[in-house]
């Protein structure tokens, strides 16, 4: 079946510093990927997607590419701010259905 | 606003009673999805409807639940005789319809259900 792995949380960073959240997930097929953010208190919100092989998301400064051949969907933000605090989630849907199917989430602390 | 919208947001019961959870998508969406999210996890399908139409059930969903959208327009998950391995979040999203699979779903703020 569908399944993404993505990094254990937390990761804790000052501002200003990279982040990089690994995503790889396994399906057959084309999915869709994408990058779901939850910040606290809130629901979930879309962050950014990539519909096929080579395709770059990009969003809020975020950026992940659609990687066929290694099966991932690395995210990545040059410099970070408190407010990037949140709940990172990575999923992927396939098409008919369109049910998405979840990573465990990274949390990602950004420290002033 | 117009987004998804989720009734109650918080729901504390005792261990057998039932439950009913509503769920509002966005009005010009035809599809409805149903998760449920335990905490520090990813959330997990549970089922989803094209209009009225009930279309995939997860393995999940074990027979105490039951999710309809009569009208093709808000949706009610009810589980019956509730559990303490109940307790999670129940979130709900909608998307336009569509068999890409590239389509976006917006989520609700969820009901965080508490079986004591």
């Known amino acids: 079946g569908n399944s993404v792995t993505q990094m254990e949380g937390p990761v804790t960073l000052s501002e200003e510093a990279f982040l990089t959240i690994n995503c790889t997930y396994t399906?057959?097929?084309?999915?869709?990927l994408f990058w779901y953010v939850q910040y606290p208190g809130e629901g979930l919100q879309l962050l950014l997607k990539?519909?096929?092989?080579?395709d770059k998301g990009s969003n809020k400064g975020f950026e992940a590419t659609y990687r066929k051949e290694t099966t991932s969907f690395h995210l990545e933000k040059g410099s970070v701010q408190v407010s990037d605090s949140a709940v990172y989630f990575c999923?992927?849907?396939?098409?008919?259905?369109?049910?998405?199917?979840f990573g465990g989430g990274t949390r990602v602390l950004v420290k002033p | 606003d117009t987004g998804v919208s989720q009734d109650p947001r918080h729901k504390i019961t005792k261990r057998g009673q039932n439950v009913t959870f509503r769920c509002d998508p966005i009005?010009?969406?035809?599809?409805l999805y149903w998760y449920r999210q335990t905490l520090g996890q990813g959330p997990e399908f549970l089922t989803y409807?094209?209009?009225?139409?009930?279309?995939?059930k997860s393995r999940l969903l074990s027979d105490r639940f039951s999710a309809e959208r009569p009208k093709g327009s808000f949706s009610t998950l009810e589980i019956q005789r509730t559990e303490q391995g109940d307790s999670a979040m129940y979130l709900c999203?909608?998307?336009?319809?569509?068999?890409?699979?590239?389509?976006?779903?917006?989520f609700g703020p969820g009901t965080r259900l508490l079986v004591l």
């Open positions: 999203a909608s998307s336009p319809g569509g068999t890409s699979g590239k389509e976006t779903q917006y």
């Open positions: 399906a057959t097929g084309y999915p869709s």
């Open positions: 990539a519909t096929k092989a080579d």
């Open positions: 999923a992927l849907s396939k098409a008919a259905g369109n049910k998405l199917t």
């Open positions: 009005s010009e969406h035809n599809r």
């Open positions: 409807f094209q209009n009225e139409a009930q279309l995939e």
